[in-house]
């Protein structure tokens, strides 16, 4: 059964930078593609970023495009969120999800992990 482990959240100044990071383990990595969503007190979840299974692929919502950049190191299976220039609208659970697909780059998320929380202070 794949099992996704988030890390890296925590509390960050509006302007500054987190990195989440994704452990993927009991499938083989280079057979899905992956993403980042969120969750937002009172909101609901929504797709921030996700790529196909080789990274040459990415789709990012409108709301983070050119501040967050989604990418994965199939060697270390491991899917990871850089997030820059940090406002406190970012403020959410964070989920990493995973599809099996080697077509897709949009992903709906078959797979989840259980999230890390980011918050931004103003």
């Known amino acids: 059964q794949v099992q996704l482990v988030e890390s890296g959240g925590g509390l960050v100044q509006a302007g500054g930078s987190l990195r989440l990071s994704c452990a993927f383990s009991?499938?083989?990595?280079?057979?899905?593609?992956m993403g980042w969503f969120r969750q937002a007190p009172g909101k609901e979840r929504e797709r921030v970023a996700s790529?196909?299974?080789?990274?040459?692929?990415?789709n990012y919502a409108e709301s983070v495009k050119g501040r967050f950049t989604i990418s994965r190191d199939n060697a270390k299976n491991t899917v990871y969120l850089q997030m820059n220039s940090l406002k406190p609208e970012d403020t959410a659970v964070y989920y990493c999800?995973?599809?099996?697909?080697?077509?897709?780059?949009?992903?709906?998320?078959?797979?989840w992990g259980q999230g890390t929380q980011v918050t931004v202070s103003s």
């Open positions: 790529l196909n299974w080789s990274g040459s692929s990415t």
């Open positions: 009991g499938g083989t990595f280079s057979a899905y593609a």
């Open positions: 999800a995973a599809d099996l697909t080697r077509v897709a780059t949009i992903i709906s998320g078959r797979f």
